[in-house]
């Protein structure tokens, strides 16, 4: 993982099975571009498949997940905006 003031960006890899966990974007646009493997992200109910060459992104305050259903890995190329204290 690479941290900016501003950006986590991760080179993400979730095994066959597993997932990242629902959760709320609330910093900021989530933004994972697939890299190998099948899979898919639910965002705000919405199903996208994600398999090479995917974008997806979740917008700031949706609810999301991202779930291996594949045989291999999946690999994203993942950036998260950090929280900012006031």
């Not at 994972?32 to 639910?42: D, I, S, T």
């Amino acid at each position: 993982m690479v941290m900016t003031e501003d950006t986590r960006i991760i080179l993400t890899r979730i095994p066959p099975g597993s997932s990242i966990g629902k959760h709320i974007q609330s910093t900021g646009d989530d933004v994972n571009y697939v890299l190998e493997g099948e899979g898919k992200a639910v965002c705000d109910g919405k199903e996208e498949v994600l398999s090479p060459g995917v974008c997806h992104v979740c917008p700031k305050g949706s609810e999301h997940s991202i779930v291996n259903d594949g045989e291999a890995d999946l690999t994203l190329f993942t950036t998260v905006p950090m929280p900012h204290s006031p």
